[in-house]
Structures are given as C-alpha cells and as structure tokens.
C-alpha cells in the first residue's frame, strides 16, 4: 500500500486526472538533503515574498543551502501511483523513475504533437497508461 501524501507542502509533483474510463492519481515527495540530510529538498523561495519560485532552475535545501540542478535531482525520484485502468478497469498501484518521456499524439485537427508523459502499464492487461503533462 503506498502511502498517500497528507498536504501539498511534502510533494515536488501531484496530479489526480480522469482518462478515457479510468482514473490516475500521482505524485512525488520530497526527498532529505543529501548533504546534512536534515531539510527536505524543494525549489527555492522568493526572499521578498517569501513565495517559492516555480519557474527555477535548480532544487535548495533550506537547511544548509545545498543546491541540485533540477533535471538531475527531479531523475533521482520515483513516483507513486495509483490509477483504475480505462481498458479493463483493474484497480492497482505502482511506482516508475519520475522521467517523462517524448510521445507523438495526434490533435483533433489531424496534426501529429510531441508531449512529455510519465508512461506505465496496467498490472493486468498491460496496457500503456500516459500522465501527459498539462498542456496550454
């Protein structure tokens, strides 16, 4: 049984998302400082506003000040997911890398579209399940 976050300020990542039949729930906690491992690693605050910079590049503990680019610290992660598969309905739970992978898709207007997804397979059909990031 994963365990489920229990407030937004624990996770990097977290979407709940209705697909076709089926439902997808993800996300991704915060991992400690790998240098005083005391702090949660998390994207740095605004020193004015104190609010977190989202558009950063890098991840900050809070604690010591110890800075990761972000493509290499968001890699180190897993996510946690539980989902109802829209093909056979089997409800199930897994954990993949937290990489997103470049899909061709095809848009209501016939053109092809490259999207990043966080790709798995039902446990029971092996069907592929796609977590597409939000698109604009």
């Known amino acids: 049984m994963l365990k489920e976050p229990e407030s937004m ?7 709940r998302r209705s697909i076709d039949d089926g439902e997808v729930m993800a996300w991704v906690f915060k991992e400690k400082c790998t240098e005083c491992g005391k702090g949660l690693m998390g994207k740095p605050k605004d020193e004015k506003t104190g609010k ?3 558009r950063a590049k890098e991840y900050v503990c809070p604690e010591c000040g ?3 680019p972000k493509k290499e610290y968001e890699e180190s992660l897993t996510v946690n997911i539980t989902y109802t598969c829209p093909n056979c309905r089997f ?4 954990q993949i890398p937290f990489k997103r992978k470049k899909v061709q898709r095809i848009k209501d207007n016939g053109k092809k579209q490259s999207v990043d997804v966080l790709r798995f397979q039902c446990e029971k059909c092996g069907e592929n ?5 939000k698109l604009k």
């Open 91 to 94: 409800e199930g739970e897994t």
């Open 52 to 54: 977190v910079k989202i």
């Open 129 to 133: 399940i796609d977590i597409t990031k």
């Open 66 to 68: 110890h800075a990761v």
């Open 9 to 15: 300020e624990e996770c990097i990542y977290f979407t």
